[in-house]
């Protein structure tokens, strides 16, 4: 196939995605369904595009998965989710083998009872469970936000905590079954749980050594051109993943938690690399869900419908809740409701897809049986618990207000995020200025102060003694919230509050 129609073809296939994401978000339908939707609708089974490489596919999922999840680590903030970290690392990290666990024996015998010739073993359907004990944040806020839902009660950390550190536990899990199924009838249960527990301590370690360095590093190198600085960022996020792999630790661990440390660590042109990594990493969830998409034959889920669907709506309304009241039973201060919206927001995305290529890479026996139950279970579950998250919030009561975000309209002004004041906009009238037109007449609280004008097309530097005109937009800084509200009274400014 000619270069430049694999580049058509991709474009196509990334317009039509993107197009599908802006409908998703009005409809209240988590964009990664139709992502897949896509990939599917233009695969073998619809458009014709044939895409069978597994490697491939395997290739695009490590390194679009390593790249969301140190996003993810990079956007995380210690002071958010120090009131909630032993919640959500428990969810995490027990919550995902307990899963796995209850998942795995129902499988079993849902298999066994509508799939007898199959012959499914209790390890196979461990692998199948632990494929998806792991949950999708990325999908459960964009619906959120596009609802307008805020969450009550730090439940929006606990799940991003949850969701952003248990992928790696997933992955432990099902390396660890494929080994053991590889083993055969001599499996060595030490030996896999020695290095089950070494892939952790060391993916944790690595992390955070490698984060520190890479702080170091960044802060230390003087690169000319700024716009280098968000690429040197991901080329640590590729080395801290591939140097921890060689050295038998988990990688994913290991580039969420470097994530984490970079990201609440001070360096040079951080706001440019932050908001580089926000736009990689939706381009490589967008690329990985078409490349998901493609990959399955949709007339291959015919025949196992049946028990994909019992174990999905089992996942969803036995599993999920079981795991989610036993895991956090030591913790009474959660209130039920919370528990309940927990054990709601268990969403599939497309982390289990990729992890169920694994074993289809690694030629185990019903490989594609389990990436075939794995995908259903994935549509269910963004389809059945995705569109119902706002609902839900609102009907256990934990649905908030959002809070107004603050939006520079006519200033592209952005300060660092270690400055802890807030700049806004207010538009001049003609009732502001009765009491004179000079900036000194302007009734601004001492917190206040005025460091830009906008007169049509002209911008201004001011002084007290500027002369204001009706229309003029000024730029104000105000210490805090409490400030530019006070701000906002004294010149009866009532929409802003």
Same mark, same amino acid.
């Given at each position: 196939?000619?270069?430049?129609?694999?580049?058509?073809?991709?474009?196509?296939?990334?317009?039509?995605?993107?197009?599908?994401?802006?409908?998703?978000?009005?409809?209240?339908?988590?964009?990664?369904?139709?992502?897949?939707?896509?990939?599917?609708?233009?695969?073998?089974?619809?458009?014709?595009?044939?895409?069978?490489?597994?490697?491939?596919?395997?290739?695009?999922?490590?390194?679009?998965?390593?790249?969301?999840?140190?996003?993810? #680590?990079?956007?995380?903030?210690?002071?958010?989710?120090?009131?909630?970290?032993?919640?959500?690392?428990?969810?995490?990290?027990?919550?995902?083998?307990?899963?796995?666990?209850?998942?795995?024996?129902?499988?079993w015998w849902v298999l066994d009872k509508t799939l007898p010739n199959m012959?499914?073993?209790? @390890?196979?359907?461990?692998?199948?469970?632990?494929?998806?004990?792991?949950? &999708?944040?990325?999908?459960?806020?964009?619906?959120?936000?596009?609802?307008?839902?805020?969450?009550?009660?730090?439940?929006?950390?606990?799940?991003?905590?949850?969701?952003?550190?248990? &992928?790696?536990?997933?992955?432990?899990?099902?390396?660890?079954?494929?080994?053991?199924?590889?083993?055969?009838? @001599?499996?060595?249960?030490?030996?896999?749980?020695?290095?089950?527990?070494?892939?952790?301590?060391?993916? +944790?370690?690595?992390?955070?050594?490698?984060?520190?360095?890479?702080?170091?590093?960044?802060?230390?190198?003087?690169? *000319?051109?700024?716009?280098?600085?968000?690429?040197?960022?991901?080329?640590?996020?590729?080395?801290?993943?591939?140097?921890?792999?060689?050295?038998?630790?988990?990688?994913?661990? +290991?580039?969420?938690?470097?994530?984490?440390?970079? #990201?609440?660590?001070?360096?040079? *042109?951080?706001?440019?690399?932050?908001?580089?990594? &926000?736009?990689? +990493?939706?381009?490589?969830?967008?690329?990985?869900?078409?490349?998901?998409?493609?990959?399955?034959?949709?007339?291959?889920?015919?025949?196992?419908?049946?028990?994909?669907?019992?174990?999905?709506?089992?996942?969803?309304?036995? @599993?999920?809740?079981?795991?989610?009241?036993?895991?956090?039973?030591?913790?009474?201060?959660?209130?039920?409701?919370?528990?309940?919206?927990?054990?709601?927001?268990?969403?599939?995305? +497309?982390?289990?897809?990729?992890?169920?290529?694994?074993?289809?890479?690694?030629?185990?026996? *019903?490989?594609?049986?389990?990436?075939?139950?794995?995908?259903?279970? @994935?549509?269910?579950?963004?389809?059945?618990?995705?569109?119902?998250?706002?609902?839900?919030?609102?009907?256990?009561?934990?649905?908030? &207000?959002?809070?107004?975000?603050?939006?520079?309209?006519?200033?592209?002004?952005?300060?660092?995020? %270690?400055?802890?004041?807030?700049?806004?906009?207010?538009?001049?009238?003609?009732?502001?200025?009765?009491?004179?037109?000079?900036?000194?007449?302007?009734?601004?609280?001492?917190?206040?102060?005025?460091?830009?004008?906008?007169?049509?097309?002209?911008?201004?530097?001011?002084? #007290?003694?500027?002369?204001?005109?009706?229309?003029?937009?000024?730029?104000?800084?105000? %210490?805090?919230?409490?400030?530019?509200?006070?701000?906002?009274?004294?010149?009866?400014?009532?929409?802003?509050?």
């Amino acid at each position: 196939m000619q270069i430049e129609l694999v580049l058509l073809i991709v474009a196509i296939l990334f317009f039509v995605s993107i197009l599908s994401g802006r409908i998703s978000s009005k409809l209240g339908i988590p964009a990664l369904l139709l992502f897949l939707s896509v990939g599917m609708i233009f695969g073998q089974d619809g458009v014709g595009i044939k895409f069978e490489n597994i490697q491939a596919a395997q290739a695009i999922g490590t390194v679009a998965l390593s790249i969301i999840l140190f996003s993810g #680590g990079l956007d995380t903030k210690f002071e958010e989710i120090r009131p909630i970290v032993r919640q959500g690392v428990v969810l995490a990290t027990l919550g995902v083998f307990v899963m796995a666990f209850f998942s795995g024996i129902l499988s079993w015998w849902v298999l066994d009872k509508t799939l007898p010739n199959m012959a499914i073993s209790l @390890t196979t359907a461990f692998l199948l469970a632990s494929t998806m004990s792991s949950t &999708d944040s990325a999908s459960v806020f964009s619906i959120l936000r596009s609802k307008g839902i805020n969450l009550k009660n730090n439940l929006r950390p606990t799940l991003e905590l949850e969701s952003g550190s248990n &992928d790696p536990m997933a992955y432990v899990l099902v390396v660890t079954l494929i080994d053991l199924i590889k083993m055969g009838s @001599t499996p060595n249960y030490l030996l896999v749980i020695t290095q089950l527990i070494l892939q952790l301590v060391i993916g +944790a370690i690595a992390g955070y050594v490698l984060g520190r360095l890479a702080v170091y590093v960044i802060n230390k190198v003087k690169i *000319h051109n700024e716009s280098l600085y968000p690429i040197l960022l991901f080329t640590f996020c590729l080395f801290i993943y591939s140097v921890t792999y060689y050295i038998k630790g988990n990688g994913y661990l +290991a580039v969420y938690i470097s994530g984490l440390v970079i #990201g609440n660590s001070r360096f040079v *042109h951080k706001r440019s690399s932050l908001n580089f990594f &926000d736009g990689l +990493a939706w381009m490589s969830q967008l690329f990985m869900f078409l490349t998901l998409g493609l990959l399955v034959n949709p007339s291959e889920l015919v025949p196992i419908l049946i028990p994909g669907l019992i174990i999905s709506f089992a996942m969803i309304f036995i @599993t999920r809740p079981l795991t989610v009241f036993l895991t956090l039973l030591p913790f009474r201060k959660i209130p039920v409701r919370d528990k309940a919206y927990i054990s709601w927001v268990g969403l599939r995305g +497309a982390v289990p897809i990729i992890f169920a290529i694994i074993p289809l890479a690694e030629g185990v026996p *019903h490989a594609r049986l389990i990436f075939n139950i794995v995908f259903l279970c @994935t549509l269910v579950s963004l389809l059945v618990q995705g569109t119902a998250l706002p609902m839900v919030a609102r009907w256990l009561g934990l649905a908030d &207000d959002p809070k107004e975000e603050i939006k520079l309209k006519e200033f592209d002004i952005e300060l660092s995020e %270690d400055i802890k004041t807030i700049m806004a906009e207010i538009d001049i009238t003609e009732s502001m200025l009765e009491n004179g037109n000079q900036i000194m007449n302007i009734p601004l609280p001492d917190n206040t102060l005025v460091v830009l004008i906008k007169r049509g097309e002209r911008y201004i530097v001011p002084t #007290g003694k500027t002369a204001l005109a009706a229309n003029d937009i000024m730029l104000v800084i105000t %210490d805090n919230q409490d400030t530019l509200e006070e701000t906002y009274k004294k010149l009866d400014l009532e929409q802003y509050f």
